[in-house]
């Protein structure tokens, strides 16, 4: 009777452990069975998922205005030698 008992109580822990898991990763794990259901389908065609409106859209439609690029550092030494003290400025 005490085995019996046993296999009942393991088999109840693995089953609760495996609805435990189903609750806990229940997207990820919907993502991944839709994924497979996709590429085990053989009328499934990837091109149809995302067929853009404007296939001449550009890729980056909010590009950096050049305003806010950063100036080219200067040669920090100079091509002669002169007099005049010359204190480099730290560019950030």
């Known amino acids: 009777m005490g ?3 046993s296999a009942v109580i393991a088999i109840a822990g693995v089953v609760l452990g495996w609805i435990t898991i189903e ?16 590429s085990l389908n053989p009328d499934y065609d990837p091109d ?10 550009p890729l980056n439609p909010n590009p950096i ?4 690029l950063q100036e080219p550092v200067p040669d920090l030494k100079p091509a002669v030698a002169s007099s005049t003290s010359y204190t480099p400025v730290k560019v950030v």
């Open 3 to 5: 085995a019996i008992t």
């Open 23 to 38: 609750i806990a990763c229940k997207p990820c794990l919907e993502q991944g069975r839709n994924a497979l259901d996709r």
């Open 48 to 57: 149809d998922d995302a067929v853009p409106a404007n296939i001449r859209a």
């Open 65 to 68: 205005p050049t305003s806010d």
